[in-house]
């Protein structure tokens, strides 16, 4: 997913805030060095499932991939596909999502718009 680091909220934890589409979101910055400021960049969202706090269909479009309500982050897509082994590809706007099923997400059907709102997601850097 493509984002840009607005800020640094916490340089000690690595809490930031970013901008994915006109929305700034909080997020957990995993990279190593210093944080990339004003930089667009990719990133690899992990959400972690026992912090998915509620599943459910998204409002229709337009859709807002990622975004703040509050304390939780709320993250829109698509189920794309739910693997045998319960990784689900989770489309969230241009970039696929990559979710450990098994639990909470079992209950999602390819295909379904849902939101998942998770109080924080960590933000892994990678070059294309």
Do not use: K
């Amino acid at each position: 997913m493509e984002i840009r680091i607005e800020e640094v909220l916490d340089a000690t934890r690595g809490w930031v805030r970013f901008r994915s589409g006109a929305e700034l979101v909080t997020g957990c910055w995993v990279g190593s060095g210093e944080v990339p400021v004003g930089r667009a960049l990719h990133v690899e969202v992990e959400v972690s499932e026992e912090a998915v706090l509620s599943v459910r269909p998204a409002v229709g479009p337009p859709w807002v991939p990622v975004a703040q309500d509050g304390d939780v982050v709320v993250i829109v897509g698509r189920v794309e596909r739910v693997e045998d082994d319960g990784v689900i590809d989770f489309r969230v706007g241009d970039d696929v999502v990559l979710l450990d099923g098994t639990g909470l997400l079992t209950e999602v059907v390819e295909g379904a718009h849902v939101e998942l709102r998770v109080p924080e997601v960590r933000l892994y850097p990678y070059e294309l």
